[in-house]
């Protein structure tokens, strides 16, 4: 895993303003509790995988102010006694949360962090940023992982990332489904399989074709994938590809397969397969690339396209074509009372307290689809209320229902120890198979049901109508 040490001051003015207030009014040691959740599910599809709680807990764990960091603090104006106080502002709050990899839905509290107001609310933008970020791209990752079927998925995103957010692109994309990176840091950090074939440059930069294969067939015996379209995949890459694979048999070797990266990948890897098979070749791999996503690779499964290997970049990085996952953190508590935030649009009122979120679960072990949000402490809910429209319900009382939160972090310290990047994939595969597939489809996804508690919901209400006095 990468190991952070993230500056205090890697966050919004905003926060550390509004901490100088908190500490200058006498209430650093006030209590308050915030929610991280979203509110709309990435590519209008039907779920989000959480990711990115390691890595917060790990820059929570040794979040701290530098000398230098304070230095530049002074400079813009924050009072000296509050700087005072950073010098030993470390975390020491609570953190209770989903596990990573678990498959959640809007407007469901993912993570709760307790602690002092002045913590609990410097680590906003940080969170934010963290788990925003992971959890659209393993959730993109997952929608290709769906559609992929047997096919390997290798990550070829580092040169278009948005910089160093590739290194946790990369491991996020490995906790959506994919197998492998072209990423050697990445690789390197996580113990995954470094994988990558060769540019098109590489060949140009030969006077032909057939002699760019051998050199490099030489170079790299072990590991030799041909990029066949260089000049013209079928008249001319696939059948240097063949020439070379069958030197490197003399000598002991098997080329692993060839790149197709341009052109109709459906047609080519067809024709491909057709030419190494006649060869007496049938252990050569088919890789495609360019400009791939969830509904090209959908695409080309559905054209019949033989190609043992998607390498997807762009697309897969970026969260194309939404760039953002809009994941909130909202204070729900403050000083032991009770807080909500009022909208003019009733959707965007947040809710009040400590909760509890659990799934219900059908009687053959799959997600019913209807998560319940409840006060903490409560016994199991036997109804849950829609949490926009007054007297819709639901009865979940002959159901299973599983605990999402636990207790992750107590007084700044991780609980237990950290799950490997494997353990957080397999989990994240095992949640995502237990999701009926109408809630997978790309076309108008059922929408997950995620309901109130009677107690919560009068609750809000009652706080709701206080404030609208």
Same mark, same amino acid.
């Given at each position: 895993?990468?190991?952070?040490?993230?500056?205090?001051?890697?966050?919004?003015? +905003? %926060?550390?303003?509004?901490?100088?207030?908190?500490?200058? %009014?006498?209430?650093?040691?006030?209590?308050?509790?915030?929610?991280?959740?979203?509110?709309?599910?990435?590519?209008?599809?039907?779920? $989000?995988?959480? =990711?990115?709680?390691?890595?917060? #807990?790990?820059?929570?764990?040794?979040?701290?102010? &530098?000398?230098?960091?304070?230095? +530049?603090?002074?400079?813009?104006? !924050?009072?000296?006694?509050?700087? %005072?106080?950073?010098?030993?502002?470390?975390?020491?709050?609570?953190?209770?949360?989903?596990?990573?990899?678990?498959? $959640? !839905?809007?407007?469901?509290?993912? #993570?709760?962090?307790?602690?002092?107001?002045?913590?609990?609310?410097?680590?906003?933008?940080?969170?934010?940023?963290?788990?925003?970020?992971?959890?659209?791209?393993?959730?993109?990752?997952?929608?290709?992982?769906?559609?992929?079927?047997?096919?390997?998925?290798?990550?070829?995103?580092?040169?278009?990332?948005?910089?160093?957010?590739?290194?946790?692109?990369?491991?996020?994309?490995?906790?959506?489904?994919?197998?492998?990176?072209?990423? $050697?840091?990445?690789?390197?950090?996580?113990?995954?399989?470094?994988?990558?074939?060769?540019?098109?440059?590489?060949?140009?930069?030969?006077?032909?074709? #057939?002699?760019?294969?051998?050199?490099? =067939?030489?170079?790299?015996?072990?590991?030799?994938?041909?990029?066949?379209?260089?000049?013209? &995949?079928?008249?001319?890459? $696939?059948?240097?590809?063949?020439?070379? =694979?069958?030197?490197?048999?003399?000598?002991?070797?098997?080329?692993?397969?060839?790149?197709?990266?341009?052109?109709?990948?459906?047609?080519?890897?067809?024709?491909?397969?057709?030419?190494?098979?006649?060869?007496? #070749?049938?252990?050569?791999?088919?890789?495609? /690339?360019?400009?791939?996503? %969830?509904?090209?690779?959908?695409?080309?499964?559905?054209?019949?396209?033989?190609?043992? @290997?998607?390498?997807?970049?762009?697309?897969?990085?970026?969260?194309?074509?939404?760039?953002?996952?809009?994941?909130?953190?909202?204070? /729900?508590?403050?000083?032991?009372?009770?807080?909500?935030?009022?909208?003019?649009?009733?959707?965007?009122?947040?809710?009040?307290?400590?909760?509890?979120?659990?799934?219900?679960?059908?009687?053959?072990?799959?997600?019913?689809?209807?998560?319940? @949000?409840?006060?903490?402490?409560?016994?199991?809910?036997?109804?849950? +209320?829609?949490?926009?429209?007054?007297?819709?319900?639901?009865? *979940?009382?002959?159901?299973?229902?599983?605990?999402?939160?636990?207790?992750?972090?107590?007084?700044?310290?991780? *609980?237990?120890?950290?799950? /490997?990047?494997?353990?957080?994939?397999?989990?994240?595969?095992?949640?995502?198979?237990?999701?009926?597939?109408?809630?997978?489809?790309?076309?108008?996804?059922?929408?997950?049901?995620?309901?109130?508690?009677?107690?919560?919901?009068?609750?809000?209400?009652?706080?709701?109508?206080?404030?609208?006095?």
């Amino acid at each position: 895993m990468l190991s952070f040490s993230i500056s205090g001051t890697y966050t919004d003015l +905003y %926060e550390i303003t509004m901490a100088e207030t908190y500490f200058k %009014e006498g209430r650093k040691d006030d209590t308050a509790c915030f929610d991280y959740f979203f509110r709309k599910v990435p590519n209008k599809g039907g779920y $989000v995988v959480f =990711a990115g709680l390691q890595d917060v #807990l790990n820059i929570l764990s040794d979040l701290h102010f &530098t000398d230098d960091d304070l230095a +530049y603090l002074k400079e813009i104006k !924050f009072h000296p006694s509050f700087l %005072e106080f950073l010098k030993n502002f470390r975390f020491r709050g609570d953190v209770y949360s989903c596990q990573e990899g678990e498959t $959640v !839905f809007p407007n469901s509290p993912v #993570l709760r962090v307790e602690g002092n107001i002045i913590e609990a609310q410097m680590v906003e933008t940080l969170l934010l940023n963290i788990l925003n970020f992971e959890s659209l791209i393993a959730t993109k990752a997952a929608r290709m992982k769906g559609v992929a079927g047997n096919s390997l998925l290798s990550d070829f995103g580092l040169r278009r990332a948005q910089g160093m957010g590739g290194m946790l692109a990369t491991k996020a994309a490995v906790i959506g489904g994919f197998d492998s990176t072209s990423n $050697v840091y990445g690789a390197r950090l996580y113990g995954l399989p470094a994988a990558g074939t060769m540019a098109h440059s590489f060949i140009e930069s030969y006077d032909n074709e #057939l002699d760019a294969f051998r050199a490099f =067939a030489r170079s790299r015996p072990d590991d030799c994938i041909f990029l066949a379209d260089t000049y013209d &995949t079928l008249k001319s890459g $696939v059948p240097n590809a063949i020439t070379v =694979a069958k030197e490197m048999e003399k000598e002991g070797y098997r080329a692993k397969g060839i790149r197709l990266d341009s052109g109709d990948l459906a047609y080519l890897s067809k024709a491909a397969r057709q030419m190494f098979d006649e060869a007496g #070749l049938p252990y050569m791999k088919i890789a495609a /690339s360019n400009q791939l996503d %969830e509904f090209v690779i959908k695409s080309l499964k559905d054209q019949g396209a033989v190609i043992d @290997i998607f390498g997807v970049g762009t697309r897969l990085v970026t969260g194309q074509p939404d760039a953002a996952l809009d994941g909130v953190y909202k204070l /729900s508590m403050a000083s032991g009372k009770p807080r909500l935030k009022l909208s003019e649009t009733f959707e965007k009122t947040t809710l009040p307290g400590i909760k509890q979120v659990s799934r219900v679960i059908s009687e053959n072990g799959m997600f019913l689809g209807a998560d319940v @949000i409840a006060l903490a402490g409560e016994q199991k809910t036997a109804t849950m +209320y829609h949490p926009f429209e007054p007297g819709e319900s639901l009865s *979940i009382d002959n159901f299973q229902h599983q605990p999402l939160l636990s207790k992750v972090m107590h007084q700044g310290k991780i *609980i237990d120890a950290p799950h /490997s990047l494997k353990q957080i994939a397999g989990y994240a595969k095992e949640r995502l198979s237990l999701l009926p597939l109408e809630y997978k489809r790309f076309e108008n996804p059922h929408i997950y049901k995620v309901g109130l508690s009677k107690k919560l919901l009068d609750l809000r209400n009652e706080l709701r109508a206080h404030y609208k006095k």
